[in-house]
């Protein structure tokens, strides 16, 4: 019964900010990298930013570099992506799944919108 629950998403203006949670449940959260993707309309699901089970490390997309940041908590079973000086391309459903590139568990997306 592993489960993962996004949420923080919402309606902003670009260069606004948003930060998104991932609360995980089910399963032991610290063993697990956990990875953020989006996916717009008629697009390709592509990963935004990913972080290594301890925090360690992390990866981002090129087009996310030095605006979005992903953190973890793994006291509180959560990962984070803040995201800064949003642009309307960022629009998409975003969601967090577990692992840096083999992905078990999905959750089911909050949707992020940017416009003015």
């Known amino acids: 019964q592993a489960q993962l629950v996004e949420s923080g998403g919402g309606l902003v203006q670009p260069g606004g900010s948003l930060r998104l949670s991932c609360a995980a449940s089910g399963f032991t959260f610290s063993d697990y990298a956990m990875t953020w993707y989006r996916q717009a309309p008629g697009k390709e699901r592509e990963l935004v930013a990913a972080?290594?089970?301890?925090?360690?490390?992390?990866n981002y997309e090129d087009s996310v570099k030095g605006r979005f940041t992903i953190s973890r908590d793994n006291a509180k079973n959560t990962v984070y992506l803040q995201m800064n000086s949003l642009k309307p391309d960022d629009t998409a459903v975003y969601y967090c799944t577990t692992g840096w590139g083999r992905h078990d568990y999905w959750g089911q997306g909050t949707q992020v919108t940017v416009s003015s």
């Open positions: 972080i290594t089970s301890t925090g360690d490390t992390t």
